[in-house]
């Protein structure tokens, strides 16, 4: 089991700016930040998912409005769903009654 890493969000991020900027190597960017070289490429896999996830979701100041007006569409639809599954459950259960009646 490894260390906990130390650094704090703003110095992570300074090492991955500098490993993408290829500003130094990987050994010395990871030397300077006193970090693994492992944990840096570690640190820049994090960062680059997160940035392709953010980009595939087309996250945005208008994607919130545009996801919280789809979730309550989504909510509204399954009340309906719900109603009229409950509706379908009780004419199903007199139709058996009527049936047994019969029987």
């Not at 190597?25 to 693994?36: E, F, H, K, M, P």
Request: glycine letters at 10%; a positive charge.
């Amino acid at each position: 089991m490894g260390r906990k890493m130390e650094l704090d969000a703003g110095k992570r991020l300074e090492a991955v700016l500098s490993l993408l900027r290829r500003e130094e190597s990987a050994v010395a960017i990871a030397r300077r930040y006193g970090i693994s070289e492992n944990s840096l490429y570690r640190l820049r896999d994090r960062f680059l998912e997160a940035g392709r996830a953010a980009v595939a979701k087309g996250t945005g100041k208008g994607n919130d409005k545009s996801q919280n007006a789809e979730i309550g569409r989504l909510k509204r639809e399954l009340d309906e769903h719900k109603r009229v599954i409950g509706e379908l459950t009780i004419a199903n259960r007199i139709f058996k009654k009527l049936e047994e009646a019969q029987g």
